[in-house]
């Protein structure tokens, strides 16, 4: 009886947990969905092709977010041109070179420390230091450089991550074969861990689509068009998140918010459906 009763109550326990995992998956998924569907169906009778490729006209009393756009791309193409080898320049010194394991773990903390820091600290601070010290003004290169710090982080430990994937016998191996520390790096490691570098800046171009509050302070809120990509990192723009806040919060503009909302949407969508596919194909090349 005392066997028959146990068994009841393990069976009773895990059918509530069972049920309790799955009313938490079901809420999460439920509240994702809604979140989505309330921002495309809010945002997308708002969107048209003259809201995507022209800009704002207060004589025309029009709205177009061209600038918002090719301002967040200015910001991502410039940060990713120095986050990329800084993080995982950093990776390989820390995972291949680096023989100190008090350096190591203390480099290690500060880049866990750097990464839970609230974005306006990191605002303020590039305010601060590129705007005012550098002489660099209120520009989007303060901005992009402001989200090279935040975002150093993420690609290092991404890349270190991968790095320790790779088998030791593929590195004792090529040193077996004569092969230099460099060139066992270059053609052993790093082929091996392609794809969590590409995870590191698929999670760097998210963060930086979707960051604001750094990017307020540093490279500002204007709606202007810039020509050359060199043009447009000296001068002040905002960003798509930048100009979600302005007409949300400023000016009152709901329906052009909704509708920068959706494309950012859009946008987190196919970066995530874009990390999942390259995380299959770099797994299916490696079971080959």
């Known amino acids: 009886m005392d066997r028959k009763k146990v068994k009841a109550k393990r069976r009773a326990y895990d059918i509530t947990m069972r049920g309790l995992s799955g009313l938490c998956?079901?809420?999460?998924?439920?509240?994702?969905?809604?979140?989505?569907a309330y921002v495309l169906i809010k945002g997308i009778p708002n969107i048209s092709w003259k809201f995507l490729t022209t800009s704002v006209s207060y004589l025309n009393d029009s709205v177009g977010i061209l600038p918002d756009i090719l301002n967040t791309l200015?910001?991502?193409l410039y940060t990713l041109l120095w986050v990329l080898p800084l993080g995982v320049g950093a990776a390989i010194y820390l995972t291949e070179y680096a023989k100190n394991h008090r350096i190591v773990g203390a480099i290690e903390y500060a880049a866990e420390t750097l990464s839970g820091i609230p974005s306006i600290i990191y605002?303020?601070?590039g305010m601060l230091f590129f705007c005012e010290f550098l002489g660099f003004k209120t520009s989007l290169k303060a901005g992009a450089l402001t989200l090279v710090i935040m975002n150093l982080p993420t690609v290092m430990r991404t890349t270190q991550e991968s790095l320790k994937t790779v088998p030791q016998s593929l590195r004792e191996g090529a040193f077996g074969l004569g092969a230099g520390k460099w060139r066992v790096i270059r053609t052993v490691v790093f082929p091996g861990c392609v794809d969590g570098i590409i995870t590191g800046c698929i999670l760097a171009v998210g963060r930086i689509l979707g960051e604001s509050?750094?990017?307020?302070?540093?490279?500002g809120f204007a709606h202007n068009i810039y020509n050359l990509f060199v043009d447009g990192l000296s001068g002040a723009g905002a960003t798509l998140t930048v100009a979600l806040y302005v007409y949300a919060k400023e000016q009152g503009e709901f329906g052009i918010a909704f509708g920068i909302a959706a494309i950012l949407m859009a946008l987190t969508v196919i970066i995530n459906l874009a990390a999942t596919l390259i995380g299959k194909y770099y797994d299916k090349r490696r079971s080959i």
Not at 25 to 36: G, K, M, N, P, R
Not at 213 to 219: K, P, S, V
């Open 74 to 76: 200015y910001i991502v």
């Open 213 to 219: 509050a750094a990017l307020l302070f540093t490279a």
């Open 123 to 125: 605002g303020l601070v």
């Open 25 to 36: 998956a079901a809420l999460t998924s439920a509240l994702v969905l809604f979140l989505i």
